[in-house]
């Protein structure tokens, strides 16, 4: 991995991230194999009863948050939403210092996460974002508040300038999404009823099925389809890789996601201009996701797997490790050539 390359990559590029269920840990534990589980099952009785599995393991520990019911859990809350916080804000001041004028201090966060972490960690650092809502009182999602830029303007001198900001874009939905109809409006989880694992399958099956997110099963892209909110935010993740000069950083990622992987590799293959990093939580896992790649058929050069040097806690590439030991540098470095 060379550190001089990924931050002359960044000072060109459009800036995206790919985000997945291992950026939340340690709150939430990542999904396993319930993907495999749920497209392999086909009795109705065991698909509900791993739906319900879903529901405890990653909806119930979101409503603990808003009702104030994370007891043992706050250290694990604490530490993973201190890790998003410290993240983001390393990657707003690198937005903030680099020196292309012509690209937006934007930067894109997709993520198929659908818990409520991001969001915490960005009102925490108070940094700007756009989450597809817009209103306060009625609150309703649209694909057009995403790519809004924030500027400022001094008080006395009318000195205007970008303030760097994020689109956070929740590709399988999100459990702050409530269906109102036609609409998508914003919910501080009100809609949610943590006592619905205790129902009856039949209700479980018929609430469950409301909410507006997409289950992690393959055959979810069917259904995405159907629904053209959640197919034209995986368009939008498509359209962002295939500009001219875009990088994405892939992390806590696992690429279990078949339509999620499958645009990644063929926008890799088609857009010679674009850069992927994809950061492996272990050294281990580093051959498998190798193969998921499919880096030997890749047309260019332009994927590159970074892999710990041993599986120590340490040294894994989790969320907290990739800002300091690369995003840290790529901006102490940046701000040395700007004091030169």
């Known amino acids: 991995m060379d550190i001089q390359e990924i931050k002359e990559v960044i000072q060109s590029s459009h800036l995206n991230f790919l985000m997945g269920a291992g950026t939340s840990a340690p709150f ?8 495999t589980r749920l497209t392999n099952e086909t009795r109705k009785t065991e698909r509900i009863k791993i739906k319900k599995e879903y529901f405890e393991k990653i909806i119930i520990p979101n409503l603990d ?3 104030g019911r994370l007891g043992t859990s ?7 939403v201190e890790g998003y916080k410290n993240f983001f804000e390393l990657i707003s001041l690198v937005l903030l210092k680099r020196k292309n004028t012509l690209l937006s201090k934007q930067a894109n966060i997709f993520t198929t996460n ?15 974002y756009n989450d597809g809502f817009s209103g306060r009182f009625n609150s309703v999602f649209s694909l057009s508040n995403f790519k809004k ?20 874009i929740k590709m399988h939905g999100s459990l702050s999404w409530e269906k109102i109809e036609d609409k998508i409006s914003f919910s501080k989880l009100k809609h949610l009823d943590r006592s619905l694992i205790k129902r009856g399958n039949k209700t479980f099956e018929r609430e469950y099925s409301k909410l507006a997110i997409v289950n992690p099963e393959r055959e979810k892209f069917e259904k995405t389809v159907v629904d053209l909110t959640h197919y034209e935010l995986l368009r939008m993740y498509s359209s962002e ?8 950083f892939v992390v806590g990622f696992s690429m279990e996601d078949e339509h999620v992987r499958e645009i990644t590799i063929r926008t890799a293959n088609s857009n010679p201009s674009l850069k992927i ?11 498998k996701m190798r193969d998921k790649m499919r880096l030997g058929e890749l047309r260019y050069s332009n994927v590159e797997i970074i892999e710990p040097e041993d599986d120590t806690e340490a040294n894994k590439y989790k969320i907290e490790r990739i800002g300091k030991s690369i995003f840290k540098e790529i901006l102490n470095s940046m701000t040395h050539d700007n004091k030169s």
Request: charged share 20%.
């Open 28 to 35: 939430l534990p990542s999904l396993g194999d319930i993907e």
């Open 65 to 67: 948050i808003i009702e």
């Open 74 to 80: 706050q250290s694990n809350f604490n530490q993973a």
């Open 114 to 128: 659908i818990d409520i972490l991001m969001e915490i960690a960005l009102e925490g650092s108070n940094l700007e």
């Open 149 to 168: 830029s924030t500027f400022k303007r001094s008080l006395h001198f009318e000195h205007k300038s970008e303030v760097p900001s994020f689109n956070l």
């Open 241 to 248: 890789l295939e500009k001219e000069n875009a990088v994405l």
């Open 277 to 287: 990093y994809y950061f492996c939580h272990s050294k281990t896992s580093s051959s």
